[in-house]
């Protein structure tokens, strides 16, 4: 599990749905959506302190910043260590707001040509974003 | 509503120690009494069924003083219409079950509830065998049948699973549960498995040193954090396995039995036996109609 | 032609002091067993002094106490028109006290033994302290019970010096056996002598043998 630390620095609300968007420097921002609304969830505040929570199986490798795709949650970093299986590997990626873990297919390693210091993208979708105080 | 606020000097293990408790209870509440051991709970049952007397203080319930040090009133316990199973069972070993539940009946009482009480638990079977006979399971269903005879307003349970294994507890507590439902029930239980805390219980009471250190609903005293994940259960950890780069963990919740992977770090801190919070974002779950 | 009276006088003073002392030692050992009172240790003491005090001493007591000569005694005999001493009543009242700590001590371990539980929830159900003692604990210290009746009876079958103080030696009525062995033995009268001691030894042998039975479990299957 990943876990960065931000503050809350916009709130959309619908129905019972909320669009979150934690700030965690100047630059980067990702966003999580929940269901729960300021009303039913006492965290909900502006400019709280909270932690995004996602699992390393849900981190998206690109290799490049401009990739056609829906995903808008993008962390740049660099590749510190791929640890190859068979099936899957795990790659440690250090970024500007920490280290972020992510598990794909040793195949797609292979295929993007990934190894230690290549300059990755860590992408996560914003339904897969947790948050936690 | 159920109130006592009470104050008893105690020789415990460690030496003496001072009980000092406020708690009150909704009618038709579950809740349940949790702490280390020598944290006073049993004691805390005990003042309330009127089994051990306070120095001070009062216990007031549904308006009726059942003690009250300044006005000298301590009402004996048997006539505080309460349901009472103790960690032994306290079953009288030379009695059948059905004299066990026979003998619980109230002067003048219609002995109907006996039978209906048997076949709610499940132990028509077991009526003409003795106590001694049956395992704990079959014990404990006798222990909590035979509290209900006198159709008690307040339940209060000492403790009443931990001795049995873990598919009876299961089984036990969905008894309990329904008992409590259909009687209207007002229960106080003494428990350590958080997962049965997080199952039956509306609101704990964490008790440290004598006294409630914490109280709230389950999920505030259990949760470490609040997560925002829709999708939450706890659960026991039955087996962590190496895959790979991941780990996947075998892990009950409830009667349930699941697996989730998870990566090394978390791993480091767990071993089997282990509470945990299972979350996922509500999105992540697919639905098929049985 | 052999005088039986010796040996039923002994076998009816046991079983009347053993009734007596059921009807005293239950509810002695069940008070002793749940009290926190202070004087427990005194009661308690004083139920254990026939263990070690010469059975002599209770009798000399006794015959001062109960002797009509002394205002005590004079009162009895006057008011409740009881003669306590070289009397049958006399020897029962003795034999109760002197048999009291083989009655009460097995109670009162049974009534301890069990768990407090089993009185507490039947208190709990509003049952009243004689139901809780006679439907719940009674019934689950019966070896204890037993164990108590057996030994009071045969302590009082076997008892000597108070009976031969405050008793004396009237045939039919306070004449018993053990008396009348040591008389016959002083009449040089071994034939009689022998037949009251053998017809003792096999009575109390068989009735402690089957104590050990019972409380053994070796005759679970008739006792059940």
Redesign the interface.
Known sequence: MNRLEGHISGIEVSGGMSLVTVRLTEQLSLRAIVIETPDTAPYLVHGRKIQLMFKETEVVIGTREDLPVSLQNSIKGLLQSVETGTLLSRLQIETEVGPISSVISSNSVERLGLRENSEVYAMVKLNEMMLSE | MISMDVQKRLMGADGPMELDIQLQLEQGQFATLYGPSGAGKTSTLRVL?G?MKPDKGHVTVYGEPWFDAQKNIHR?????G???V???Y?L???MTILQNLQ??L??GQNSDIVNRLMEITALEGLRDRKPPELSGGQQQRVALA?AL??QPKLLLLDEPLAALDLETRLTLQDYLFELHREFGLTTLLISHDVGEIMKLSGLVFQLADGRIAKKGPPGDIFLP??????FQFTGEVLKIERE???YVLTIRIQNTVVKV???E??VRSLQVGDKVLV?S????PILYKL | MMDWQPLLLTFELATVTTAFLLLLGIPLAYWLSVTRSRVKPLVETLVSMPLVLPPTVLGFYFLIAFSPGNAFGHWLNDWLGLKLVFSFGGLVLASVIYSLPFMVHPIQSGLSGLPASLGEAAGLMGKSRFTILRKVLLPNIKTSLLTGIVLSFAHTVGEFGVVLMIGGNIPGKTRVASIAIYDEVEALNYGAANFYSIVLFLITFCILLLVYLVNGGYLKKFWR
């Open positions: 069924a089994l004996p316990p048997g006539e505080r309460i349901g009472f103790f960690q032994d306290a009288f070993p030379h003998f619980a109230g002067k035979r005879v006198q954090k609040r997560v925002s994940g829709k790979e780069v991941v992977v998870a990566g770090a978390e979350a974002k509500a999105f992540n």
